[in-house]
């Protein structure tokens, strides 16, 4: 049997506000919703997520982008 686990603070638990990020090739767009309070996450026995790591850990076919890595404003327009 498999299983997946979030371990969450629910006295820090809160939604952050939509925003948008252009993070993809050739300067693609899409929306993305953060959150805190999650402490970890534990994908069949595997823990993949750590507030004190920041583990990331993908299977083929599975994306993961560091989120230090994104652009938060809108790229200048080429003309």
Same mark, same amino acid.
Do not use: W
């Given at each position: *049997? ?23 090739? &050739? %300067?693609? /767009? /899409? *929306?993305?919703? /953060? &959150? %805190?309070?999650?402490?970890? @996450? ?5 823990? @993949?997520? %750590? @507030?004190?790591? $920041? #583990? +990331? $850990? ?9 989120? +230090?890595? #994104? $652009?938060?404003? /809108?790229?200048?327009? $080429?003309?």
């Amino acid at each position: *049997m498999k299983a997946d686990v979030n371990v969450i603070d629910l006295d820090r638990l809160r939604i952050l506000a939509p925003e948008m990020v252009f993070d993809l090739p &050739a %300067e693609g /767009r /899409r *929306m993305i919703q /953060r &959150a %805190e309070g999650y402490r970890a @996450t534990v994908v069949n026995g595997v823990v @993949t997520f %750590e @507030t004190a790591r $920041r #583990r +990331v $850990r993908c299977r083929a076919g599975s994306f993961a982008a560091p989120s +230090v890595h #994104r $652009r938060q404003s /809108r790229p200048p327009s $080429r003309h």
